[in-house]
């Protein structure tokens, strides 16, 4: 195929697709006003209209194609550095469901999470990871080697057996790791989201697992996939055992 066929191969393919059909637009104005201009059957004054209308144009669609362009994918898929601090959520949630493996960073809002959450009548549920010995062994050769994985899990049981006290308040045991974390807010609600973290393996930082902010508003069928992937989860948890000794 010779390059003009090329070409006129690409052309068509890309104003099918509905790519560039401003570009091409323009240039084949620019090509009738050309051989216009040669043949001297349109004066000056109309070709340089017909230059400026076209330059109208391009400025124009240019604004319109950058305001249509979806966002960056690093926009969307973000790190735990972009959410800020944790018990920022929490003013005007009454439903928040939780798993990670010691759920730590959350824990350490426990205060937070009675204050804005359970003392208004919401209700709180959280899994984190079974304290069996092979189980966290299988878990911590995936996370990240800077976490006590056994220490940090101790610490969380014991204030998940302080806050069970608590109405509104549960939490279940998981005896395996599915690798993510997830944060759910308001499942029932139009404004509900939730936050899905990949674990990745044997991440340098726990910082570095991405981020994924997923709204009921911006897509119902993925919210309500995860809303069910965590009841899925609740529903294989194991009833805790009361934590022993801290």
């Not at 003009?4 to 099918?16: E, K, Y």
């Not at 469901?97 to 208004?120: K, Q, S």
């Not at 911006?218 to 055992?241: K, N, T």
């Amino acid at each position: 195929m010779s390059w003009l066929g090329r070409g006129l191969r690409r052309i068509a393919d890309d104003t099918g697709a509905g790519r560039h059909r401003e570009a091409y637009a323009v240039f084949l104005l620019g090509v009738v006003l050309v051989v216009l201009g040669l043949v001297e059957v349109a004066s000056i004054r109309v070709l340089v209209s017909a230059v400026l209308l076209a330059v109208t144009f391009l400025v124009f669609q240019t604004t319109r194609t950058a305001g249509d362009r979806p966002p960056s994918l690093d926009s969307v898929l973000q790190s735990r550095q972009d959410f800020g601090v944790f018990s920022q959520l929490l003013p005007g949630v009454r439903d928040l469901r939780v798993y990670g493996p010691t759920a730590v960073n959350v824990l350490v809002n426990a205060a937070d999470i009675r204050r804005f959450v359970l003392d208004h009548g919401g209700r709180v549920r959280v899994i984190v990871q079974d304290g069996g010995v092979e189980e966290l062994r299988r878990t911590a050769k995936q996370l990240d080697d800077t976490l006590d994985l056994a220490s940090t899990l101790h610490s969380s049981l014991n204030t998940l057996e302080r806050m069970r006290q608590v109405a509104g308040f549960e939490y279940r045991v998981l005896p395996f790791n599915p690798g993510f974390s997830l944060v759910v807010v308001n499942a029932d609600s139009a404004s509900g989201y939730a936050i899905f973290e990949s674990h990745g393996f044997q991440d340098s930082n726990i910082a570095d697992r991405m981020h994924l902010v997923i709204r009921r508003t911006e897509s119902e069928r993925w919210f309500d996939y995860w809303v069910g992937r965590f009841e899925a989860m609740w529903a294989a948890a194991d009833h805790p055992l009361p934590a022993s000794g801290g």
